[in-house]
């Protein structure tokens, strides 16, 4: 019988597989559920055990692992947002840029509103004070030069710029009223008296001053000085500045006074030249 | 004597198996233990001791997974049996093509099992799930066999220094 065993051992034990095989597939009838038995039931309790404590060891490694694939994640993420970050800053500054020109065009466009009668070409000021003797500034005309003369005024939305001082192709160069060379006649607002505004020319101040006002005339600081309209150059009632200074003597026919200009020259950037005026 | 360290280093495998999956989200596939050590019982020892290791790791693995175990019994004889006609035709006492083999036997395992639940549980659904199932997991088998069967050979008594030099490795 042994030699028997022995000798068909295969056999018997392909056998034996079969009818394990067969007689669990018929007891179980493809169940994936029910007993163990008392055997399984050990192998079973063994193996969760080992398990449990297998899965224990793997979870540092594999928590691990995770923290490591966030920090991956938020560091892709990071830098996605920071791209992101970027572009809404740049888009951000670039309608900063259009909000400041969409006002200084509110302005200029106010500007005319207020003086209907003011016929003007639009220009960009492109450079500013290439020398320092000078109060200069030169602009780009928006359009054809062909109605731009020297002498012509230069205002802005918040008042007289300056006068062309010469003209070159599609550029000019405007002499600014603070300036020493520049000399606009000149009214107070309030009492109409009237003198002549000249530039003082100083290197780090924008002041104009008020030369021949009759010492009897009374003004007063921040009285608005306006431009006369005679001389027949320069518009009347456009704002040139406001009195910040009044030097009164005792003596003499004039009294010296300093105008703080309305315009802020050094954050120019858009002019009118005055190519017509109805009035005249 | 090593029929049994077999086991238990199928044993042992099931277990790391069984905790890699979780562990690793791998889903529905899974490497097929039983599978890699029958192949190298078949390959280096004789069938009788592949049937024997065989039983053991199906009967575990059937328990360990939740039942069938009959149908987990007979799915392998196909494997089994291929495996040992490849003995005898092809070289697969290399390292290479024993793992390489474990990717056919593992895909006749899946589908012995699927046939034999699909004729004592009627329709279609466990072919569809062999189809889903199989060719990833049978990969996953051949790619874990190249270091299980290096490990059994190096447990094995017979093999281990006595092996003809020089081949085993190609």
């Known amino acids: 019988m042994l030699e028997f065993l022995q000798k068909y051992r295969t056999a018997v034990m392909l056998s034996v597989f079969l009818l394990v095989g067969f007689g669990l597939v018929l007891v179980e009838g493809g169940q994936t559920e029910g007993a163990l038995g008392p055997l399984g039931g050990v192998v079973f309790q063994a193996s969760a055990a080992s398990q449990s404590a297998l899965t224990a060891a793997s979870g540092g490694i594999s928590g691990f692992w995770d923290r490591h694939m966030e920090l991956v994640r938020v560091k892709e993420e990071n830098a996605r947002l920071r791209d992101e970050l970027h572009r809404v800053i740049d888009e951000r500054t670039r309608l900063l840029g259009v909000m400041q020109e969409n006002a200084r065009l509110r302005g200029l466009v106010g500007f005319q509103e207020d003086h209907p009668t003011l016929s003007l070409l639009p220009a960009r000021v492109v450079a500013k004070d290439v020398n320092a003797y000078f109060r200069v500034i030169s602009v780009r005309l928006e359009s054809t030069s062909a109605l731009v003369r020297e002498g012509m005024p230069v205002v802005s939305s918040a008042g007289l710029v300056g006068q062309v001082a010469n003209v070159d192709g599609r550029f000019a160069d405007v002499l600014l009223t603070v300036d020493r060379q520049s000399a606009v006649d000149v009214i107070v607002q309030r009492n109409r008296a009237r003198g002549v505004l000249e530039g003082r020319g100083f290197d780090n101040d924008y002041s104009t001053r008020i030369s021949y006002l009759l010492r009897r005339d009374e003004v007063d600081e921040g009285d608005v000085v306006v431009t006369s309209g005679m001389g027949g150059r320069f518009p009347r009632d456009v704002i040139v500045g406001r009195i910040a200074e009044v030097r009164r003597q005792n003596y003499g026919l004039f009294q010296e006074v300093v105008v703080e200009p309305a315009v802020d020259f050094s954050r120019l950037e858009e002019v009118f030249i005055v190519v017509g005026d109805e009035t005249r | 004597m090593f029929n049994l360290v077999a086991v238990i280093a199928g044993w042992v495998a099931l277990l790391v198996v069984g905790v890699a999956v979780n562990v690793v989200n791998m889903g529905v596939f899974t490497v097929n233990v039983a599978v890699i050590v029958t192949v190298y019982m078949v390959v280096h020892r004789d069938t009788f001791d592949a049937l024997i290791v065989a039983f053991a790791l199906c009967l575990l693995a059937a328990t360990l997974s939740g039942g069938a175990r009959g149908a987990t019994l007979l799915g392998i004889l196909p494997a089994i049996g291929a495996t040992w006609w490849a003995k ?25 099992f699927a046939a034999v639940m699909m004729l004592f549980e009627s329709g279609k659904g466990w072919m569809n799930m062999f189809w889903h199932v199989a060719p990833a997991s049978a990969l996953l088998t051949g790619f ?12 094995d008594p017979i093999l281990s220094g006595t092996h003809e030099e020089g081949t085993w490795l190609k």
């Open chain 2, 88 to 112: 005898g035709n092809i070289d697969t006492e290399k390292l290479w093509r024993s793992a390489g083999w474990c990717v056919v036997a593992s895909l006749l395992a899946d589908f012995g």
């Open chain 2, 144 to 155: 874990a066999a190249l270091p299980m069967h290096g490990f059994l050979h190096m447990l």
